[in-house]
């Protein structure tokens, strides 16, 4: 679990940004899910699978903003 994050960490900021795409940035979701259920947070997880029906229509414009301002997608752990 942990690599995964970490790979996802390490990639460049153009491709974080054709991640965070409306049809793609389901990936962004499933990344929130891998780091809340490494961290152990019940709160994430539940808000991590809500995302995964949710992200496609309104998460992609948070997640491209953050990924441009930060260079991270933002998450509550």
Request: proline share 4%; hydrophobic share 60%.
């Given at each position: 679990?942990?690599?995964?994050?970490s790979s996802f960490?390490?990639?460049?900021?153009?491709?974080?940004?054709?991640?965070?795409?409306?049809?793609?940035?389901?990936?962004?979701?499933?990344?929130?899910?891998?780091?809340?259920?490494?961290?152990?947070?019940?709160?994430?997880?539940?808000?991590?699978?809500?995302?995964?029906?949710?992200c496609p229509t309104?998460?992609?414009?948070?997640?491209?903003?953050?990924?441009?301002?930060?260079?991270?997608?933002?998450?509550?752990?």
């Amino acid at each position: 679990m942990n690599q995964i994050i970490s790979s996802f960490d390490s990639l460049p900021k153009w491709a974080k940004i054709v991640l965070a795409l409306p049809f793609l940035d389901i990936v962004w979701a499933v990344y929130r899910l891998c780091k809340s259920i490494s961290k152990n947070n019940t709160l994430g997880i539940i808000l991590a699978i809500l995302m995964l029906f949710i992200c496609p229509t309104i998460m992609w414009i948070v997640d491209i903003v953050t990924i441009i301002a930060f260079d991270k997608v933002i998450w509550i752990d």
